[in-house]
């Protein structure tokens, strides 16, 4: 049975020859030899019964015919390029996903994991765009979805707990030894490192533990864990961190818990989807990724 239409490398083919009017050079524009290209000029002709070049002197040009076909052999190729470029973009849009991670969270939490979702989806790609702790985060147009540390309520998001609820306190085995971190009761004594938009952490953990809290909410204050988990390093306090993000922090032997047991605080990580991505491919992909990770 006859084909119903010539091959895309025959097209091709006339088309880099009509424009270098040289088989060498459509040759070497479409990377194949000076006989491929005659050969697919060849086979074009004699599909369409006519002949689209004049051979003559080494030089060829093209006939009347050729010049009336290559108009629409153009159209035709173009239109197959832009479809292909468009579905090409819409591919790598529906692949993408831009999520606002606090810093902290990204350095000692998600970054690390990250590698297993590339494993399990390569031709994905996260892209993290700047971090806004605020309540309407989401009016952000670039932000699919983000983390956010607080009770669970963002408008405009559909959100998921993740982590962070379960805290430990951090010091150095010094301090913990000088100030007798061990004892839940001398805690009301030491410098409590605050984190200035958690500002009641450590007054409820005293409520908790049934401690004079009237002086909890003192102490010098830092916008990240990151920057609590460091000061604690250097001496300067006792920090009340997401255990999340102590893990590398107590691996090092630099810093200890010195009470045993967890405390589980108001507020945790949670993502939050922008309810307007929620359907999103990737976006699914992602989010069902993370939560159906075993998180602490």
Known sequence: MKKIC??????????????????????????????????HIANLEAYLGVALFIRQNNAISLTEDGQHYLKHVRSALHTLSDATQRFTLHRQQQETINISVPPTLATHFLLPLLADFYRQHPGTVVNFVPYEHSHNFMDNADLDMAIQFGEGEWPGSLSVYLTGKETCVLCTPDHARRHGLHDIDRYAGVTLLQHAKVPLAWVHWFQDHKLPFA??????????????????????GVGLVPRCLTA???ASGGLISPLPSAQLAKQGYFLCIKKDKADTRAVRMFASWLTGLKLV
């Open 6 to 39: 010539p091959s895309i490398s025959e097209l091709q083919a006339f088309d880099a020859t009509a424009r270098h009017l040289s088989f060498t050079k459509a040759g070497l524009e479409l990377f194949v030899t000076q006989g491929a290209v005659s050969r």
């Open 215 to 236: 002086t909890a909410h003192l102490g010098p204050r830092f916008d990240q864990y990151s920057l609590i988990i460091e000061a604690a390093r250097l001496g300067y």
């Open 248 to 250: 590398a922090a107590l």
